[in-house]
């Protein structure tokens, strides 16, 4: 996205809107965990990877219920079923694990 550059005292409005929340606590952060999780880094260890197995065993769990229901294997289901609402479960559960270990890629190796 092209950004102009604003004259001194003007802001736009985007500034305003744009806002990150610490993954541990949820507190207002300008840079992803904030200073007291930083500061913190037992809890903080604890919590991402808490978080993690439970993401992990919750896609888990709407994977295997897919494969009995479209009667694939485990790895392979490639259900695209619009009216079953497992399957955007499923798609939520993939992305927010996809999110959720790339933070732990970043902050905790």
Known sequence: MYQQEQPAGKASISQYFTSL???VCHALT??????????NQQRT???LSERL???EQKYSSLC??????SGESLHEVNCISLD??????RFQAKH???ANTSLR???LI
């Open 53 to 55: 197995r439970s993401l």
């Open 84 to 89: 079953c609402p497992v399957f955007f479960q």
């Open 21 to 23: 929340h610490c993954p």
């Open 105 to 107: 890629e970043t902050y």
């Open 96 to 98: 927010e694990l996809a």
């Open 45 to 47: 260890v604890a919590v």
């Open 30 to 39: 300008h840079r992803g965990i904030c200073t007291d999780c930083r500061g």
């Open 64 to 69: 295997q219920l897919c494969s009995s229901c």
